[in-house]
C-alpha cells in the first residue's frame, strides 16, 4: 500500500492549494481517507475525513468553510482543497487511511499514511 500526497507549496494569505492524495495498493471505495497536518512544535492532528462508502466528510471547526475534501474513484485519489489560508495553516500534511472516519482526529486509528507535503502560507 503507498499513499502519495502532493500539491503543497508557497501561498499568500487568502490563496487556494489543492492538496492531493493518490492511492496504491488499496481502493478508496472501500477505505476511509483523512488529512493530518503538524506544524513546527506541535503535535499532529486530524482535521478532515472522507467516509468510504457513502462519501460523509468531516472537518474540525478551524477548517470548517474553508476546506473542502473529495475524492475520485476512478483515479483512486482523495482531494483536500483549501480556500482562505491563514498563516496558521502553515504545516506539513498528511493523507492517511482507516476502515472509517469515526475517530479521524485521532492518527492513532490510522494504518497507512503518504509522506506529506508543506503548506507555508505567508506574505
Given at each position: 500500500v503507498q499513499l502519495q500526497a502532493s500539491g503543497g507549496?508557497?501561498?499568500?494569505?487568502?490563496?487556494?492549494?489543492?492538496?492531493?492524495?493518490?492511492?496504491?495498493?488499496?481502493?478508496?471505495?472501500?477505505?476511509?481517507?483523512?488529512?493530518?497536518?503538524?506544524?513546527?512544535g506541535k503535535e499532529r492532528e486530524g482535521i478532515s475525513c472522507i467516509s468510504s462508502s457513502d462519501g460523509n466528510t468531516f472537518y474540525i471547526d478551524p477548517v470548517k468553510g474553508r476546506f473542502t475534501i473529495s475524492k475520485d474513484e476512478a483515479k483512486n485519489t482523495v482531494y483536500l482543497q483549501m480556500n482562505s489560508l491563514k498563516p496558521e495553516d502553515t504545516a506539513v500534511y498528511y493523507c492517511a487511511t482507516d476502515h472509517n472516519c469515526l475517530d479521524y482526529t485521532d492518527d492513532e486509528f490510522f494504518s497507512y499514511w503518504g509522506q506529506g507535503t508543506q503548506v507555508t502560507v505567508s506574505s
Open positions: 507549496g508557497l501561498v499568500q494569505p487568502g490563496g487556494s492549494l489543492r492538496l492531493s492524495c493518490a492511492a496504491s495498493g488499496l481502493s478508496v471505495n472501500f477505505y476511509a481517507v483523512g488529512w493530518f497536518r503538524q506544524a513546527p
